[in-house]
C-alpha cells in the first residue's frame, strides 16, 4: 500500500481534475491518496466517483491558518482529515477562508493591473473555474503573458510575500482551526511545518501549544523538508506522541513534484482513522 495524504485537484489550486489526478496517482502505484484541497470539500464527490477499485480514497482539506508570536504573524497551513463536511461551525468557516482567497486573490490582480501588468481579474477568475482563488491561478495568468515560465518562479517574483503586490490573508488562528477540526470528528495534522514562514516558529514549545489545543499529527516527509528537518520533526513527533505523515503535496503542472514523491506508512493511516470519530470513514480498502 503506496500512501499520499496530501494533494491537491483544480477544485482548489491543482491542475488536474479528480479523473486526471486519480490516473497520475495509479501511474505511480499510489493505492491510498488524500484529496486535501484548500478551504473546500467541493472536489470530495467527483474523486469519490473517479475512484477506480482497489484504491483508497481519504477525504480532507487543508486549511489556511495563521499563528502570532513575538508580535508577528506567520502563515501556517493545517491538514483535516475525515471530518464531518457539514458541521456547521467548520463549514461556515470554510466559507469564509473561500470568499477572503476570492477578495485576497483578485486583490491582489488589482495591485498588479494598476502597475501595467498584463493580466485582469476575469483571466484568473477562468483560470480557477470556480475554484476558491489562490496565488497559483494568478501565477498561470502571469505565464499566459509571457511574464514568468513557470509557477514557481512566479511565487518567487511577482507572488512574493515581500513584494509590492503581495495581499494576506484573513486565516483562521491555527488554535481554533485545531479544535473545529477535532469537533467535526476529524483528525488535524500540521501540514509541511518546517517549510516557508512557518519553519521559523516550528519547536517544541509551539508542537506543545497545538497537542494541548488537540493537534494529532505532524507532516514529516514533504519534498520542502531537506534531512535535517525530517530528523527534528521526527523527534518532535515521538517527543509528543504525534503521528508522522508523509506526502507530495502534489499540485499538478504548478509544482515539480510527483505525486507519490514522499509517502506514509499503513501505522499512521490506521493511527487516523482510530483518531477520527468515524463520521466521514476510508472509502475502499483499509489498512491491514
Known sequence: MTIDLHTHTAFSDGTDQPDEWMAAAWAQGVTTLAITDHDTTDGWQAAVEARPPGVTLVRGAELSTHLVQGGRRY????????????????????????????????????????????????????????????????????????????????????????????????????????????????????????????????????IRSCVDAGLVGIEVDHPDHGPDARADLRRLADQFGLIRTGASDYHGSNKAVRIGQDTSDEDALRAIVSASSGVTPLIGPEPR
Open 75 to 206: 502563515s501556517v497551513h493545517l491538514l483535516a482529515y475525515l471530518f464531518d463536511p457539514v458541521d456547521r461551525r467548520l463549514a461556515a468557516e470554510l466559507a469564509r477562508l473561500r470568499a477572503d482567497r476570492l477578495e485576497r486573490g483578485l486583490a491582489m490582480v488589482d495591485r498588479m493591473v494598476a502597475a501595467g501588468l498584463p493580466i485582469s481579474r476575469q483571466q484568473v477568475l477562468d483560470i480557477a473555474d470556480g475554484a476558491p482563488v489562490g496565488r497559483p491561478h494568478i501565477g498561470r495568468a502571469l505565464m499566459a503573458a509571457g511574464l514568468v515560465s513557470s509557477v514557481t518562479e512566479a511565487f518567487a517574483t511577482y507572488l512574493s510575500g515581500r513584494g509590492p503586490y503581495y495581499v494576506a490573508k484573513a486565516d483562521t488562528a491555527l488554535m481554533t482551526a485545531i479544535g473545529m477540526v477535532r469537533g467535526a470528528g476529524g483528525v488535524p495534522v500540521l501540514a509541511h511545518p518546517r517549510s516557508r514562514g512557518a519553519a521559523a516558529i516550528t519547536d517544541a514549545a509551539m
